[in-house]
Each structure stands twice: as structure tokens, then as C-alpha cells.
């Protein structure tokens, strides 16, 4: 199985910080990865698509970028509503498989 | 619109059977396919399976001799089996399409 290694686990954050979330693949899930948020007690949401294309009513702040099997989130400007677990997922092949999570709390 | 929504017991006592169902609507179940995901308390999301739009089906290998998948499209429904439940089981449980579409997910505690 694919393992996605994400990092940070956990990040204390202010809100204007720019703030990189990464995963790592384990072998070539070319651009089939997919970010997405999770608020406490709410279903995840899909931010990022492919790797790098941002989702449907999606804020400009959040982009997505890849960098050889790294895969970053990037959220620029963070404000109080981006505060939240963020999860990545790789879709290139059977199982598909998520990081570990990665949650951000406010200093 | 678009709609996914799990319903199934809350509760389920050790090394019983979990019977799920995801309703959907907005969608036909053989255009898109349907997953399951889980989440324990205070941890990451799992990938359990897939219900493909063609009626094929493919499962996490850590769960593959415990789970099954399985639809009625005539009813819009994706069904997930699990058996032999275990604590470690407590979970909430989604059905998702193509990961742009959730559930609200259920609930699920495994206890006597």
C-alpha cells in the first residue's frame, strides 16, 4: 500500500501566518491527491483537487503544490475559519490512502 | 443537488455485525462510484472500500475478510458489512463521492 507521510502532526499558528502542510508518498501517485478540511464535528471538505487545483468555493488563499513525490497545502493569510484539521489523500491507486491529519490550533 | 446520508445503529456489541446504509441522491449509483471511510475518536481518516459504478468492488486489505460492499440501485443505496466487531472499531462512518460529496456520517460505538 501507498503510505502518505504527513507533516506537521499538530502546528500552533497565528492568524496572518502563511502555513505549509506536507505529505509525503511512499512511490508515484502522480498528481492524484487530493487536501481537504475538517471542522470539529463536520464531514470533511475537499479543498484541493489533482494535486494543485483548488476545489469549488474554495478561498484564493489555499493553493496546492507538488514537488517530486512532496505534496504541499499551502495556506496564505490564515484567518480564524482556516483553523482546523487537514488531511491529505492519495487517489492513484487501490487502497487509497490518507496522512495521518494534521491539526492547527491558534497560539 | 448532490446528497449522501448514512444511516445504521449507533451502537453495536463486541464481535457482532455492523450494517450500514448510504442513501444517495442528486446521482445515479451506476455513473458515479461510492466510498466508505472511517474515522476513529480523535484520529485520522481510513479508507475501508468501493462500491464502483459498474457494480465492482474493492476493499482496504486490512479489513478485506471482515467487509462487504454492496448496492440496490434501484433504491440509491450503497450497504457496508462488517462483522466481528472490535473496540477498536468505535468510529464515525462516511460514504463519499469521488471525495467531493459527504455524508454526515453515523456514529458508531462497539461496546456491551
Known amino acids: 500500500d501507498i503510505q502518505m507521510t504527513q507533516s506537521p502532526s499538530s502546528m500552533s499558528v497565528s492568524l496572518g501566518d502563511t502555513v505549509t502542510i506536507t505529505c509525503r508518498a511512499s512511490q508515484d501517485v502522480g498528481i492524484y491527491v487530493n487536501w481537504f478540511q475538517q471542522k470539529p464535528g463536520k464531514s470533511p471538505r475537499r479543498m484541493i483537487y489533482r494535486a494543485t487545483n483548488l476545489a469549488d468555493g474554495v478561498p484564493s488563499r489555499f493553493s496546492g503544490s507538488r514537488s517530486g513525490s512532496d505534496y504541499s497545502l499551502t495556506i496564505s493569510s490564515l484567518e480564524s475559519e482556516d483553523v482546523a484539521d487537514y488531511h491529505c489523500?492519495?487517489?492513484?491507486?487501490?487502497?487509497?490512502?490518507f496522512g495521518g491529519g494534521t491539526k492547527l490550533e491558534l497560539k | 443537488q448532490v446528497q449522501l446520508k448514512e444511516s445504521g445503529p449507533g451502537l453495536v456489541q463486541p464481535s457482532q455485525t455492523l450494517s450500514l446504509t448510504c442513501t444517495v441522491s442528486?446521482?445515479?449509483?451506476?455513473?458515479?462510484?461510492v466510498h466508505w471511510v472511517r474515522q476513529p475518536p480523535g484520529k485520522g481518516l481510513e479508507w475501508m472500500g468501493r462500491m464502483k459504478y459498474d457494480g465492482d468492488t474493492y476493499y482496504n486489505s486490512a479489513l478485506k475478510s471482515r467487509l462487504s460492499i454492496s448496492r440496490d440501485t434501484s433504491k440509491s443505496q450503497v450497504f457496508l458489512k462488517m462483522n466481528s466487531l472490535q473496540t477498536e472499531d468505535t468510529a464515525i462512518y462516511y460514504c463519499?463521492?469521488?471525495?467531493?460529496?459527504w455524508g454526515q456520517g453515523v456514529m458508531v460505538t462497539v461496546s456491551s
Open positions: 463519499t463521492r469521488d471525495s467531493g460529496y
Open positions: 442528486g446521482f445515479s449509483l451506476m455513473d458515479y462510484s
Open positions: 489523500l492519495q487517489y492513484d491507486e487501490y487502497p487509497r490512502t
